[in-house]
């Protein structure tokens, strides 16, 4: 499950900023994960609860915004957001796509206290 160790990157980032910044207590964590990321969204909300424990995340809400698979599409030229890295262009019906975006993950922010 590498949903665990995604978490405790997390946490390392979110104490630092807590340190960095003087908060005491975080309320929301939102993360934006893109749809080709891999991240299971089950085991990361399981494994979120398990690693904040004792930390200023503890008990933290987690919000997750999707972002859409993007592509280019070499036969049409569009940039397009498809549901799975390997389906066709939704435009032109074309084969041959760059992903071009969708498989980040990453903190949007914080609300502190």
Do not use: W
């Amino acid at each position: 499950m590498h949903e665990m160790s995604l978490c405790e990157g997390i946490r390392q980032v979110i104490e630092g900023q807590a340190e960095a910044h003087g908060f005491s207590r975080v309320a929301v964590v939102r993360l934006e994960i893109g749809r080709f990321a891999g991240v299971e969204r089950a085991a990361l909300d399981f494994a979120f609860d398990v690693v904040m424990r004792g930390g200023v995340a503890d008990g933290a809400r987690l919000e997750i915004i999707d972002l859409p698979g993007r592509a280019t599409c070499f036969d049409c030229a569009a940039e397009v957001d498809l549901d799975d890295r390997l389906a066709p262009c939704p435009r032109c019906g074309g084969g041959r796509l760059l992903p071009v975006g969708g498989d980040e993950m990453r903190i949007k922010d914080l609300e502190v206290n």
